[in-house]
């Protein structure tokens, strides 16, 4: 578990201390319910919520011995609460309590990750509408295509992150599941009923139909939608990256005073924070790897799941929350260089409209395909050239026949490309209060 990034408050929900608090919660919730069956007195029900408690460190003692974990909590249990213990643990088994409250820990991360998009989302939001009508150059292939907005760029993300916090309700929702069915989940030795109102106590609805375990598709779903969400991340952080690259440097993260680039070369402002969310997300990706291969267990439960998952979901978490710490951070305090922008734009001296200019063309009585092959002609001579495309054209013959200097000057203006900008950005925040 890659313990030095934990923020807090994730790392806090997968310390030992709280897993083992759900735990204890399951419990409960089930000594309460069979007290409302009558099957536990309300005497002994108060002196084991009154006395019920544990030890971390006792656990661990007792575990050394008996190899396992379950087993050591209850007896760490018991010997705070005493004769009434026999009550504890009434006709469940081990994953009755350890997968229910690992829907609960899920759940709880899945809470706070939620939070945290909003934050995203909002600062995204912000940022897009800031850089609305900020010109920079569309790029496909990595090869400038036509002019689009920073805005634009910024509001592609907004929206992405808006389907995550959808995905992201989904998973928790059916993560928001339990089992108190016992060892086959044919709850030989329960009440349904305790199923039921135990797992309402806990804000969880009851599996229609379990194993010894919750199906794991519930936890691949989890993990495939945090794996979904750190890809996304890493999108936005390789973007960044490359709009950081020396000869665009359109975008920079940010680079805080005191801060060094280079060991060796001072001049060095390298993004060393956007490519730490790229490697990151790598591992949310292969976490979700060992979910799908724990779905398919030996009948109904082997234990081959339960090492890995005390890996996957602790480290994927706090993966999660880590990355969008940093790239809200990030995404608040970039350098953003409009003039640069514009700079870019102008690199390949007017090339970016030629199809502006085909288009016009076409109005004048020509073919779409001569249009292109008498634009193409002129635009690989101002290419390899180097050469003003829109000098080119005022001074081609056979384009002056066509159109007027005003007309072809026209095609070169950015007003077009901004016209429907306010379009799209009512579109995407059309829903929004």
């Known amino acids: 578990m890659i313990k030095r990034y934990t923020r807090p408050e994730m790392g806090a929900i997968w310390e030992e201390q709280n897993k083992y608090q759900k735990w204890l919660d399951v419990e409960l919730a089930v000594c309460e ?42 007896t760490s249990i018991s010997e705070k609460v005493g004769k009434d213990s026999r009550y504890i643990h009434l006709g469940l088994t081990s994953y009755d309590v350890v997968d ?9 991360s899945l809470e706070k990750i939620q939070k945290d998009l909003i934050v995203l989302k909002e600062t995204l939001r912000d940022q897009a509408l800031k850089y609305k009508k900020t010109p920079m150059i569309g790029r496909t292939h990595g090869v400038h295509a036509e002019p689009i907005t920073f805005g634009v760029k910024v509001l592609v993300w907004y929206e992405e992150i808006k389907r995550h916090i959808q995905r992201i309700s989904q998973a928790k929702q059916n993560i928001s599941c339990g089992r108190i069915a016992g060892a086959v989940g044919t709850y030989i030795h329960l ?22 375990i ?4 519930r936890h691949a ?11 996304s991340l890493d999108k936005i952080a390789q973007e960044i990256r490359h709009l950081q690259k020396t000869e665009v440097l359109e975008l920079e993260e940010p680079f805080t005073k005191g801060q060094k680039g280079s060991s060796a070369m ?6 060393v924070r956007t490519e730490r969310i790229s490697g990151l997300s790598r591992l949310a990706r292969s976490n979700l790897q060992t979910a799908l291969e724990n779905i398919p267990l030996w009948h109904e439960r082997d234990i081959s799941h339960s090492s890995a998952e005390r890996i996957i979901f602790p480290d994927t978490f706090i993966i ?16 953003v260089y409009p003039e640069k922008m514009m700079e870019n734009i102008d690199l390949t001296q007017g090339l970016v409209f030629s199809q502006k200019v085909m288009l016009a063309l076409t109005k004048k009585d020509i073919s779409r395909e001569d249009a292109y ?35 072809i000057k026209e095609c070169f203006s950015l007003d077009p490309y901004l016209s429907k900008i306010n379009t799209i950005f009512n579109r995407v925040l059309s829903d929004e209060s």
């Not at 779903?221 to 890809?231: D, G, H, P, Q, Y």
């Not at 001072?266 to 993004?271: E, L, S």
């Not at 999660?320 to 350098?335: K, N, R, V, Y």
Request: proline content about 5%.
């Open 191 to 212: 009440d349904p009923e305790v199923e039921v109102k135990a797992l309402a106590k806990l804000k969880l609805k009851p599996a229609n139909v379990s194993t010894q």
């Open 320 to 335: 999660t929350d880590f990355l969008m710490a940093e790239i809200t951070d990030i995404i608040s305090h970039w350098h």
């Open 100 to 108: 229910t409250a690992l829907s609960l820990l899920i759940k709880e």
């Open 214 to 217: 919750l199906q794991r598709d």
């Open 33 to 74: 319910v069979w007290n409302e069956l009558g099957e536990i007195p309300e005497e002994a029900l108060k002196r084991i919520k009154d006395k019920a408690d544990f030890s971390v460190q006792r656990i661990d003692e007792i575990e050394k011995v008996v190899k396992h974990d379950v087993i050591a909590f209850l």
């Open 266 to 271: 001072p001049h060095k402002r390298n993004p």
């Open 221 to 231: 779903e989890v993990l495939s939608t945090l794996a979904l969400l750190c890809t």
């Open 373 to 407: 092959k008498l634009v193409q002609k002129l635009s690989l001579i101002a290419w390899e050239q180097r050469s003003d495309f829109k000098k080119l054209l005022l001074s081609d013959p056979e384009i002056k026949k066509l159109m007027s200097p005003k007309e």
